[in-house]
């Protein structure tokens, strides 16, 4: 495997994490009834701990892939002029803040309680925020590239929100099967939903401004890599948009009819919708390292 194809893949990896201990978070912190939290946190444990220790694995191998990336030979990995090098660029002083997050997120996991799940919150969106710091949004210097990465940093978090907050949503799709946790469990569901909306037109406006920010105008832009792939991924967004509509307005009311299997269709829809957004988030991992032009 060549170094660009494992940093791809560790790019991947890493947003996948990230979104997912954001995403996770934003329910134990947020969106969870109180006297529930605690329960949904152990459910949830899991996902909260995997994703952490991912960010922070990732985090860690993908700057060591980066040095050898930059000086041509993945043999540099242990010489210490290279890593100072590597980490006296943009990329290393923006990515030392990635790697304190990630590691953060881990600590988090020793503590317990409303604690816990605040700080894996914050620091979840802090390594989301540090992601936005490097790559094409980084592309600006001054108050320019401030206001294009924020905008790029509203974009990661919404998605976080989004596309994070799938697999609990399953996890609470089960949890609702249980009498004794039925009510905090479609209260939690519901309050995703409604935000969630807010989040999907912050995530399609914020994308929609990068690509401008980036690229240009549509109708300037040539025919390259770069651009074929963003538009495979608008579509997939598309789609993931549709089935969340259609999970909500047409599958939810359902939910209470005698006899209906929309609760099974809504599961299944919803995993149809999380497998897009890994594609999503493995398309972004390929076209991020290309030029738009």
């Known amino acids: 495997?060549?170094?660009?194809?494992?940093?791809?893949?560790?790019?991947?990896?890493?947003?996948?994490?990230?979104?997912?201990?954001?995403?996770?978070?934003?329910?134990?912190?947020?969106?969870?009834?109180?006297?529930?939290?605690?329960?949904?946190?152990?459910?949830?444990?899991?996902?909260?701990?995997?994703?952490?220790?991912?960010?922070?694995?990732?985090a860690v191998l993908m700057l060591a892939t980066q040095t050898g990336l930059m000086s041509g030979d993945w043999r540099n990995f242990s010489d210490r002029v290279t890593w100072q090098a590597v980490l006296s660029t943009r990329f290393g002083q923006v990515w030392r803040w990635e790697i304190a997050f990630a590691l953060l997120s881990t600590l988090a996991l020793l503590l317990r309680g409303s604690l816990r799940q605040n700080l894996l919150l914050c620091s979840g969106l802090l390594q989301l925020m540090a992601l936005a710091g490097v790559g094409h949004a980084a592309m600006r210097d001054g108050w320019p590239g401030l206001l294009q990465q924020g905008n790029h940093a509203l974009?990661?978090?919404?998605?976080?929100?989004?596309?994070?907050?799938?697999?609990?949503?399953?996890v609470l799709m089960r949890e609702a099967r249980q009498i004794a946790?039925?009510?905090d469990a479609i209260r939690c569901m519901m309050r995703f939903s409604r935000y969630g909306h807010l989040a999907v037109a912050l995530a399609l406006l914020t994308g929609t401004i990068n690509s401008l920010l980036i690229a240009g105008s549509p109708l300037n832009w040539q025919v390259?890599?770069?651009?074929?792939?963003?538009?495979?991924?608008v579509l997939?967004?598309?789609?993931?948009?549709?089935?969340?509509?259609?999970?909500?307005?047409?599958?939810?009311?359902?939910?209470?009819?005698?006899?209906?299997?929309?609760?099974?269709?809504?599961?299944?829809?919803?995993?149809?919708?999380?497998?897009?957004?890994?594609?999503?988030?493995?398309?972004?991992s390929v076209f991020a390292t290309l030029s738009p032009t």
């Open 1 to 58: 495997m060549s170094l660009s194809t494992l940093w791809v893949g560790l790019r991947a990896l890493h947003f996948l994490s990230v979104l997912l201990l954001a995403g996770s978070a934003f329910y134990t912190a947020l969106l969870a009834p109180r006297r529930y939290r605690p329960l949904l946190s152990q459910r949830l444990g899991s996902i909260l701990r995997t994703s952490a220790l991912l960010s922070l694995f990732s």
């Open 181 to 183: 946790f039925r009510t």
């Open 224 to 233: 390259t890599l770069w651009s074929e792939l963003l538009v495979v991924k």
């Open 236 to 284: 997939l967004v598309m789609l993931m948009i549709a089935i969340a509509l259609t999970n909500r307005y047409l599958l939810v009311p359902r939910f209470r009819l005698a006899a209906s299997n929309a609760a099974h269709l809504f599961i299944r829809l919803t995993q149809l919708e999380l497998l897009l957004a890994v594609i999503v988030i493995g398309l972004v």
């Open 155 to 170: 974009h990661l978090i919404a998605a976080a929100f989004w596309t994070g907050g799938l697999l609990p949503l399953l």
